[in-house]
């Protein structure tokens, strides 16, 4: 269990879970987390990147329901952040925007009457700066192509063009996030509670992709991404793994071979936020990642610069408001676990 994990439900683990992620076979159906430490070392055990954006101390809670070819999440955290990673081959992934979901997800603002869709080997990124809730669930595209086809007689792209599956109305939407969320409670609470966890895997499944495509509803034309979003996208990954260089904004502009102001427009449209604001918070979360290995001995100032944070001051500040923590109590911490 992660540092900083403070309940979960006795005796409950995931059992028999072989086509999605082998970890998953360890961990508790209900869970809560205290720090954003805790949840990113979640994460990362299936290889999603997750780090804090928001202000404040993050507590987060996890509720679980898998068969041994889906994946079913439910996760409520009272900071924002961003999440990113990619879809295993094969798989595809839906995620069920609430009133409380994400700002943005992979694609942009999700409409009232969208879900998002993301399919095998594509990238997704999802990002909130307020708290926010995410409900998704993860299984075999071709499963879910051939149920599209044989409740509506049309390919899953018409479904789901770009990276949205199409809703029949904002109120589908509110019907299929209720109804998954009824499955996914521990004690069947409330109404429209299905028991699930008495069925087999096979009936689990297949009562899930009912619901996904009883809302869905094929739609008109396909809605093109436009070529700016593809312009972010890549901008983002460029400054993803170039964290710790001096990329400034306008060279990576110039590598794209685009006008700083069409790739500024695209990714604020595209993520909700500047793309120095967003270079500047992953920057933060580097930086703390650090100073929490408690065998480094390197200065605050040092993990500051490695990070392209050179006013020390302002460095100090903004960490602070971010985590509610100074870097040096953050250090102090790593230091005690030795």
């Not at 508790?28 to 990147?49: I, K, T």
């Not at 594509?122 to 909130?128: E, F, G, I, V």
């Not at 001051?313 to 109590?329: D, H, V």
Request: proline share 5%.
């Amino acid at each position: 269990m992660g540092q900083g994990q403070r309940a979960a439900r006795p005796g409950a683990s995931i059992q028999g879970l072989k086509v999605i992620d082998e970890y998953l076979s360890s961990l508790p159906l209900q869970a809560q987390y205290d720090d954003v430490e805790a949840v990113s070392a979640l994460a990362a055990r299936q290889d999603v990147r997750f780090e804090q954006l928001g202000s404040g101390r993050m507590r987060s809670s996890y509720s679980l329901l898998t068969t041994r070819n889906m994946h079913v999440s439910d996760s409520v955290h009272t900071v924002g952040a961003i999440a990113r990673g990619s879809v295993g081959k094969g798989l595809c992934m839906v995620g069920v925007p609430g009133d409380d979901g994400p700002e943005r997800s992979t694609g942009g603002r999700v409409a009232k009457g969208d879900c998002v869709l993301v399919r095998s080997g594509q990238d997704y990124l999802s990002l909130s700066r307020r708290p926010f809730r995410a409900l998704s669930v993860v299984l075999s595209q071709s499963r879910l192509e051939e149920a599209a086809e044989a409740t509506w007689g049309v390919p899953l792209l018409t479904l789901a063009p770009g990276y949205r599956l199409g809703l029949a109305d904002p109120g589908a939407r509110r019907w299929l996030h209720h109804e998954l969320r009824a499955l996914l409670s521990p004690e069947g609470e409330g109404p429209g509670f299905t028991h699930l966890r008495r069925r087999t895997d096979a009936e689990t499944e297949e009562t899930v992709i009912e619901a996904l495509l009883r809302a869905a509803r094929p739609q008109p034309e396909r809605r093109r991404d436009p070529g700016r979003f593809a312009l972010a996208r890549r901008a983002e990954a460029m400054v993803r793994d170039n964290l710790a260089e001096d990329l400034s904004i306008t060279r990576c502009a110039a590598y794209l071979g685009t006008p700083l102001r069409t790739l500024e427009l695209g990714f604020g449209e595209l993520y909700g936020i500047t793309l120095r604001q967003y270079r500047h918070s992953l920057r933060l979360n580097a930086a703390r990642r650090d100073l929490l290995l408690p065998a480094r001995e390197d200065s605050v100032g040092t993990v500051a610069v490695r990070w392209g944070l050179y006013h020390l001051g302002r460095f100090s500040t903004e960490y602070r408001r971010m985590f509610g923590e100074s870097p040096s109590e953050t250090r102090r911490t790593a230091r005690r676990t030795r």
